[in-house]
């Protein structure tokens, strides 16, 4: 089993980003997919989610949406802000089936 995210690096305030979590060794379209952030000292916070049915739950500039033939979840990041800094995980979920990636760093910084 792998996720692996990418897309994430340094971006000045008021941008944008799209996180991309590339998934294999399991069955992605079963499974419910989250990204997580995780601020340095604080403790890692949902994002936001899209369950395997296809319903998602978005948090405010950051929008989830997942692409089933590419085995592939996106996260969409509009208007950064520096409290966005953090490194953003992705997760796949699914009867107490619970898979993570490694991460990706977003900083958000002038």
């Known amino acids: 089993v792998q996720l692996v995210e990418s897309g994430g690096g340094l971006v000045q305030p008021g941008g944008s980003l799209r996180l991309s979590c590339a998934a294999s060794?399991?069955?992605?379209?079963?499974?419910?997919m989250s990204w997580y952030r995780q601020a340095p000292g604080k403790e890692r916070e949902f994002v936001a989610g899209?369950?395997?049915a296809g319903r998602s739950t978005n948090r405010g500039r950051f929008t989830i949406s997942r692409d089933i033939a590419k085995n592939t979840v996106y996260l969409q990041m509009n208007s950064l802000k520096p409290e966005d800094t953090a490194v953003y995980y992705c997760n796949a979920k699914r009867y107490g089936i619970d898979y993570w990636g490694q991460g990706t760093q977003v900083t958000v910084s002038s």
């Open positions: 899209i369950t395997s």
């Open positions: 060794g399991f069955t992605f379209s079963a499974f419910d």
